[in-house]
């Protein structure tokens, strides 16, 4: 029979039916695979939402990984759409899977369609799947300031990777080809130029690592040249000009509170906040379900999503944490400092003989160091061609690039997961703040969020299993030394903690003896599996959600400018300012004061930007710069200096040696590390008995570096870690000459230095005219330096009660001053 006449009369039950847990029960066509009930927790999740939430504007769901939530949100959706909250629309991060939400809801037999101009959808009879590029972007089918779709209700899915997506939509990249670049820099020049004469310099030359921030006065002061300028250029056919194209519509109207990032090789336009209320569908929704998997910070939902905080009172979780799938999760380089990126190589590649092992890397440069023994790199071309493979059969090491979330590697597709170092930040205005912040909790939580999102790709249901590593210098030191180990979800702590238990024996031992721990895994020991699952029986969901106070006031403040009243933003920025207690987070806060301060009172903005220069010298300088603070000589004995800092510093010697090593990791020769790599020599000096400063980042005047030896002795150093040229330019050795002269400045004639240049060469170009002090450390003696400072390292954390022994290790391994130079550096020609 062709014609269905329950539907006709109306009487169908799957149409009918409110209950998401009955529309489960009456669905008449699922697949076998859903046998004849949900699973408990899917059962408890619908539950809480249908008897207590459903009539919430804004809800948001955890789940763990694997635990049947794209059921779930299919449930709740065809609820909306019964109880006629429709049209319903499911959001997911990308194409692949919408693929994926659409496979489900035809194996349960719910309508779905990816069309938006389906008269199902419309209607309120089918779902709409979609990625959020889709729903976001200024061209928006469902209208920008406008509704063009109405929209009942939606469910946001893996929520956290739709907010990165968001951030981009929302964003304005203009390539340095285009004449529009040109003209956008030839506007802020002198601005450019008053905050860092270098940087600007730095900008027109190309450097990779050049990236700067517009003041914000400026960026005011030229607003309308700079509507005119885009406006004029928002209908370009320009390949080049795209994003100016998509992201014009969604930031004309509030272009004054936009941050400007000028990079040599783009320039970044981007809000101090989502302005989300441009897609009014969307912010009007009657029904938004927030979904993710288990994060323990909630604070993006309000500074991405603007959700209001005050009307959820909890999280929509299962009664217990226990359905999340096995891992045990090793840290080999906090077990052993010895072991190094080559061993973990070795034995991977070894391990992926037999299984599959599954590496995520956070760049295209870390891919190149597993190339030799990969046999699949996947990027955004060939990733899900490359999982299905993996899914299919053994293929052995494979490298993914730079995607934390999305994928789905089950059983044997991943019985070894790697998260290879600390995700990348990809925004110019990232890197900015990643600056600004130096390792503060607000960088961390979204550091943490990202790793726990790569390590969930193993395990897909509570049956499942896989082996998690976390390697990298960097990220071991991120996990120890700066305490982001605290900030993982409940369960994913007590899988840590657990597998710690299991390993501590073989702590200071070699890979081959971590290799029967990890067996206890992947051959299915069952006194592992029981004790595994025993450790999660107790573990609970923590419902309660985690809004930072911080961010929610920003987001308010943000809100108030949005509707032009500045006063009571900047009343609002002050009190986060006040309840703030670290210095750099303070600082940073001020300076956003300042922005909008100087909406209604200029003068009054410079003095508080002043204030937050004391704070943190890394934000925007005020117009009249500030007072340089010279480095002055330590007090004590450079053994004793060296012991003084890691007490101060260090909660164990231990974490000393991450700290270490993690210099060492960051302490190379690589286009776009600039930041890092400064940040790091500077610690250096710290880190064998000096003292050190930043200049050039700090006071916007003089070297990227400047190390006090003691006796009045200075080393002035430039870092050119990300030249690619074969000789030495007459740019940087003009840049270190003019260091030289600023030295020679700011201090006395009792002073002394050596002026030093890090670069791949020590040849200087013809027309260059070097100063004939100058040293310089290339890729060889920075090696050099690197191996000593290892077994440096080592060697004090084991004398730090004996300052004569310290001293030695400082001369044994050529740290001393009247080593360093003759060991580390050499002549240029």
């Given amino acids: 029979m062709f014609i269905d006449f329950g539907k006709l009369n109306g009487n169908n039950s799957v149409d009918t039916v409110l209950d998401p847990r009955e529309i489960f029960d009456v669905l008449p066509e699922k697949d076998e695979k859903y046998e004849e009930y949900l699973r408990d927790v899917q059962t408890e999740v619908l539950n809480k939402w249908y008897n207590e939430n459903k009539d919430k504007k804004d809800v948001i769901v955890k789940m763990n990984t694997g635990s049947g939530k794209t059921v779930v949100g299919l449930l709740i959706l065809k609820s909306c759409l019964n109880e006629k909250k429709g049209p319903a629309v499911y959001v997911v991060p990308d194409p692949y899977l919408v693929k994926q939400v659409i496979e489900e809801a035809k194996c349960l037999g719910i309508e779905v369609t990816e069309r938006t101009d389906d008269p199902s959808f419309l209607k309120g009879e089918s779902i709409l799947v979609i990625n959020?590029?889709?729903?976001?972007?200024?061209?928006?089918?469902?209208?920008?300031?406008?509704?063009?779709?109405?929209?009942?209700?939606?469910?946001?899915?893996?929520?956290?990777?739709?907010?990165?997506?968001?951030?981009?939509?929302?964003?304005?990249?203009?390539?340095?080809?285009?004449?529009?670049?040109?003209?956008?820099?030839?506007l802020f020049r002198e601005s450019l130029k008053q905050q860092s004469e270098v940087g600007l310099m730095e900008l027109e030359a190309g450097d990779p690592n050049a990236n700067r921030i517009v003041p914000f006065w400026t960026w005011n002061e030229k607003k309308s040249d700079i509507i005119r300028l885009l406006h004029s250029n928002k209908d370009s056919n320009e390949e080049n000009l795209k994003s100016l194209k998509f992201g014009w519509p969604l930031l004309k109207n509030n272009i004054e509170?936009?941050?400007?990032?000028?990079?040599?090789?783009?320039?970044?336009?981007?809000?101090?906040?989502?302005?989300?209320?441009?897609?009014?569908?969307?912010?009007?929704?009657?029904?938004?379900?927030?979904?993710?998997?288990?994060?323990?910070?909630?604070?993006?939902?309000?500074?991405?999503?603007?959700?209001?905080?005050?009307?959820?009172?909890?999280?929509?979780?299962?009664?217990?944490?226990?359905?999340?799938?096995?891992?045990?999760?090793?840290?080999?380089?906090?077990?052993?400092?010895?072991?190094?990126?080559?061993?973990?190589?070795?034995?991977?590649?070894?391990?992926?003989?037999?299984?599959?092992?599954?590496?995520?890397?956070?760049?295209?440069?870390?891919?190149?160091?597993?190339?030799?023994?990969?046999?699949?790199?996947?990027?955004?071309?060939?990733?899900?061609?490359?999982?299905?493979?993996?899914?299919?059969?053994?293929?052995?090491?494979?490298?993914?690039?730079?995607?934390?979330?999305?994928?789905?590697?089950?059983?044997?597709?991943c019985s070894v997961l790697v998260i290879d170092g600390l995700p990348d930040v990809r925004r110019k205005i990232d890197k900015i703040e990643q600056g600004a912040l130096q390792g503060s909790d607000l960088l961390l939580n979204g550091t943490i969020q990202k790793i726990e999102q790569g390590m969930g790709r193993g395990i897909r249901s509570k049956d499942d299993y896989c082996v998690v590593f976390l390697m990298g210098r960097s990220l071991v030191s991120h996990l120890y030394v700066y305490g982001a180990i605290d900030k993982f979800t409940s369960a994913t702590s007590k899988q840590i903690e657990l597998s710690s238990q299991l390993s501590k024996q073989l702590r200071g031992k070699s890979l081959e003896d971590l290799r029967e721990v990890i067996n206890y895994s992947l051959e299915r020991n069952k006194e592992w599996i029981k004790t595994s699952r025993g450790a999660l029986v107790k573990v609970k969901y923590d419902s309660s959600v985690r809004f930072g106070e911080t961010t929610v006031l920003e987001r308010t403040a943000y809100n108030n400018?949005?509707?032009k009243n500045y006063r009571e933003a900047t009343r609002i920025m002050l009190e986060a300012v006040n309840k703030e207690e670290n210095n750099i987070i303070r600082?940073?806060?001020?300076?956003?004061?300042?922005?909008?301060?100087?909406?209604?009172?200029?003068?009054?903005?410079?003095?508080?930007?002043?204030?937050?220069?004391?704070?943190?010298?890394?934000?925007?300088?005020?117009?009249?710069?500030?007072?340089?603070?010279?480095?002055?000589?330590?007090?004590?004995?450079?053994?004793?200096?060296?012991?003084?800092?890691?007490?101060?510093?260090?909660?164990?010697?231990?974490?000393?040696?991450?700290?270490?090593?993690?210099?060492?990791?960051?302490?190379?020769?690589?286009?776009?590390?600039?930041?890092?790599?400064?940040?790091?020599?500077?610690?250096?000096?710290?880190?064998?008995?000096?003292?050190?400063?930043?200049?050039?980042?700090?006071?916007?005047?003089?070297?990227?570096?400047?190390?006090?030896?003691?006796?009045?002795?200075?080393?002035?150093?430039?870092?050119?870690?990300?030249?690619?040229?074969?000789?030495?330019?007459?740019?940087?050795?003009?840049?270190?000459?003019?260091?030289?002269?600023?030295f020679l400045e700011r201090y006395d004639e009792s002073n002394t230095l050596v002026p030093i240049m890090i670069h791949k060469s020590n040849k200087f170009e013809f027309a260059a005219s070097p100063h004939k002090n100058i040293r310089i450390i290339n890729e060889s003696s920075l090696n050099q330096l690197k191996t000593n400072l290892s077994e440096l390292a080592k060697g004090v954390t084991a004398n730090l009660n004996d300052i004569n022994k310290v001293d030695d290790l400082l001369k044994t391994y050529n740290f001393t001053p009247e080593n360093f130079i003759t060991k580390y550096t050499i002549e240029y020609k």
Wanted: charged content about 20%; hydrophobic content about 40%.
């Fill in 561 to 563: 400018a949005l509707n």
């Fill in 257 to 413: 509170l936009c941050n400007c990032v000028i990079g040599s090789d783009s320039i970044e336009i981007s809000p101090k906040f989502l302005p989300i209320h441009n897609i009014p569908s969307f912010q009007n929704a009657q029904r938004r379900i927030f979904m993710s998997a288990t994060i323990s910070d909630d604070t993006v939902l309000v500074s991405h999503f603007n959700i209001n905080q005050t009307t959820i009172n909890q999280s929509i979780t299962p009664n217990s944490s226990n359905d999340i799938g096995e891992r045990m999760i090793i840290i080999p380089q906090e077990l052993n400092t010895e072991i190094s990126d080559v061993h973990l190589k070795s034995f991977y590649k070894d391990l992926s003989c037999k299984h599959n092992v599954v590496i995520i890397v956070p760049s295209n440069y870390r891919a190149r160091f597993w190339e030799d023994v990969a046999d699949k790199i996947l990027n955004s071309r060939n990733l899900y061609s490359g999982v299905a493979e993996l899914k299919n059969g053994h293929v052995g090491l494979v490298v993914v690039i730079n995607k934390y979330d999305g994928i789905d590697l089950p059983k044997t597709a």
């Fill in 587 to 742: 600082g940073f806060l001020k300076q956003k004061l300042s922005e909008y301060l100087h909406f209604y009172d200029p003068v009054e903005a410079q003095q508080t930007l002043m204030s937050a220069v004391n704070d943190n010298s890394q934000v925007v300088h005020p117009i009249e710069g500030i007072q340089y603070n010279k480095l002055l000589p330590s007090d004590t004995s450079q053994a004793q200096g060296l012991v003084n800092f890691i007490r101060s510093r260090f909660s164990d010697p231990n974490k000393y040696i991450l700290f270490v090593n993690k210099l060492i990791d960051q302490l190379i020769f690589l286009p776009n590390t600039a930041n890092v790599f400064e940040q790091a020599f500077m610690d250096l000096a710290y880190v064998i008995g000096f003292t050190g400063q930043r200049p050039e980042k700090e006071f916007k005047k003089g070297p990227d570096n400047l190390w006090s030896i003691g006796n009045s002795e200075y080393y002035v150093v430039e870092c050119k870690n990300g030249a690619i040229a074969e000789q030495i330019s007459k740019h940087d050795c003009n840049q270190l000459n003019g260091s030289i002269n600023w």
């Fill in 132 to 186: 959020i590029f889709k729903l976001i972007n200024g061209k928006s089918v469902f209208g920008v300031e406008q509704i063009d779709i109405h929209i009942g209700s939606i469910i946001i899915d893996d929520a956290h990777a739709c907010l990165d997506i968001a951030e981009t939509q929302f964003s304005i990249n203009i390539p340095s080809e285009t004449s529009v670049y040109k003209e956008l820099l030839n």
